[in-house]
Structure formats: structure tokens, C-alpha cells
């Protein structure tokens, strides 16, 4: 069987200190940071997951690189999120905000600049509350 080659994302050694060896990010790492910067946008309702994320949540665990794909390019960085909104808030303000949040949590936990963040709105989120029968 093949070995699995570890992919990561070299990061620079910041302004004025001196290199002490090489640090160097895991993509899955820039997954979970992208989701949790997803998460906390308001309009949100989830992201979108494969068949195993949505086991492993009904077992309870927390997964919280769902619906983030990343892309290591020669150009930089390429991020797409695959999310759902609620209903009734502004789709491009909210994607906006996504992009901003993901862009801006990004560089400040691991200093790399992303070409990309793209939105993929998945669905709408309709409240269950709102529908009620009339006697």
C-alpha cells in the first residue's frame, strides 16, 4: 500500500526573530479554523458535512472542519466553504461577512494570506416554530 504523503502549508518566521527551524501548518488545521469562523457569522445556520462527519456528530463529537475545503496553490491559499443561511437574512451580506471572518481569523492565527474564499450557499434554514395550524 502507498504511504500517505503529509501535506502542510509553510508558514514564514515572523519580522525582526530569528529562525529556529521550520513551522509549518497541516490543512486540516486552516479547515478548523475556516469552520469556527463560519460558525460565528450571524445569518449561519450549519455547514455542509459528508456521510461520515454526520455520523461521527450523532455520536457527539463536535466537527468543526464540516463543509471547509482547502486548496494549497501556487498562487496561495484557496478556501471553499459549503454553508447554509437562515432564512430571511441577506445572502451577499452574509457570504461577505463569511469571507471577511474566515480571511481575517485566518492571518491572525497563522500569518498566511488566502487568495480565495469562496461561499457556496448549500440552503436556507427555515424556523420550525413559524409554522403552526389554524383551528
Known amino acids: ?16 526573530k530569528t529562525a529556529l527551524g521550520d513551522i509549518e501548518v ?7 479554523i475556516a469552520g469556527i469562523a463560519t460558525t460565528e457569522v450571524e445569518g449561519i445556520s450549519g455547514t455542509r458535512g459528508t456521510f461520515a462527519t454526520g455520523v ?3 455520536f457527539g463529537k463536535k466537527v468543526h472542519g ?28 452574509v457570504a461577505r461577512e463569511v469571507q ?3 480571511r481575517e481569523s485566518i492571518e491572525n492565527m497563522t ?5 480565495e474564499v469562496n461561499v457556496h450557499i448549500t ?11 389554524a383551528d
Open 123 to 133: 440552503g436556507i434554514q427555515f424556523d420550525q416554530a413559524t409554522t403552526s395550524k
Open 111 to 115: 500569518e498566511l494570506a488566502t487568495k
Open 26 to 32: 497541516a490543512p486540516e488545521v486552516i479547515e478548523v
Open 56 to 58: 461521527a456528530e450523532k
Open 1 to 16: 500500500m502507498a504511504e500517505k504523503e503529509i501535506q502542510s502549508l509553510p508558514q514564514s518566521t515572523p519580522n525582526g
Open 100 to 102: 471577511r471572518q474566515i
Open 66 to 93: 464540516k463543509g471547509i475545503k482547502t486548496e494549497w496553490t501556487d498562487e496561495g491559499l484557496i478556501i471553499d466553504v459549503y454553508c447554509t443561511v437562515q432564512y430571511g437574512v441577506a445572502v451577499s451580506h
